[in-house]
């Protein structure tokens, strides 16, 4: 079946460092992939929908110059926390929508968790 | 705008017990689709559920089942006999229509089911 991958699954950064985060969709292209970012305990927030070949969409309240979102190709888009700071560790994962199938929609990463330190 | 709402926070039973996750949602769409996932400890997302707002036919599959209420905009679950792998943290989700696949989703608060032995 389709398959989201992530990369790192999980990373630990110095505060003011940049961290990338890919997510890639494996057998299927995707025009369009979601980011959601997840706290302890709480749940799955939007933060943006990136789109092939133009800028992204961020929800509001979501600093678009800090999360920079790159999707460069049908199969990738990059995450990229800019100048991390402790409060930004948390789980991010990403979602790819496949079009056409019958029982599931959307195929979610298994996520990173990001710890700034 | 969009709302998904799970009273529930926490519900610990023991094993074999019956246990139902309530999920109430509000949209100003006339379509849309709901979604039930599971996370467990891992973090990874398990889809098990979509329903279209067309379809108020009650779904059934091995032990679970799920209790969808337009009138009462609620879409209720079910995991019947439960057992100590159903722990974990669920998630009820709603996206727009009419491309289910292609859209975000707005997650509930999530409930976090402990079956103890």
């Known amino acids: 079946g389709a398959v989201v991958s992530q990369h790192p699954s999980w990373v630990i950064c110095k505060s003011g460092t940049s961290v990338k985060i890919e997510c890639r969709s494996l057998?299927?292209?995707?025009?369009?992939m979601f980011w959601y970012r997840q706290f302890p305990k709480q749940s799955l927030m939007l933060m943006a929908t990136s789109n092939e070949g133009s800028k992204a969409t961020y929800e509001q309240g979501v600093e678009k110059d800090k999360f920079l979102i790159n999707h460069a190709s049908l199969t990738l888009s990059t995450l990229t926390v800019t100048s991390a700071h402790p409060e930004d560790s948390s789980f991010y994962i990403c979602s790819a929508p496949r079009t056409g199938t019958i029982q599931e929609t959307q195929y979610f990463g298994p996520g990173t968790r990001l710890l700034v330190l | 705008a969009q709302k998904v709402t799970q009273a529930q926070t926490e519900i610990s039973v023991v094993e074999k017990e019956d246990v139902t996750l309530d999920c109430v949602y509000e949209t100003r769409d006339t379509t849309y689709y709901l979604f039930w996932y599971k996370q467990p400890p891992s973090g990874e997302l398990v889809f098990l559920i979509r329903r279209n707002s067309f379809d108020e036919q009650n779904e059934i599959s091995g032990r679970y089942s799920w209790n969808f209420q337009k009138s009462t905009s609620s879409f209720n679950f079910t995991i019947t006999a439960s057992q100590v792998v159903d722990s974990a943290v669920y998630f009820c989700a709603l996206s727009e229509a009419p491309q289910a696949a292609g859209n975000k989703l707005t997650f509930g608060g999530g409930t976090r089911v402990l079956v103890k032995p």
């Open positions: 057998d299927f292209q995707a025009t369009t």
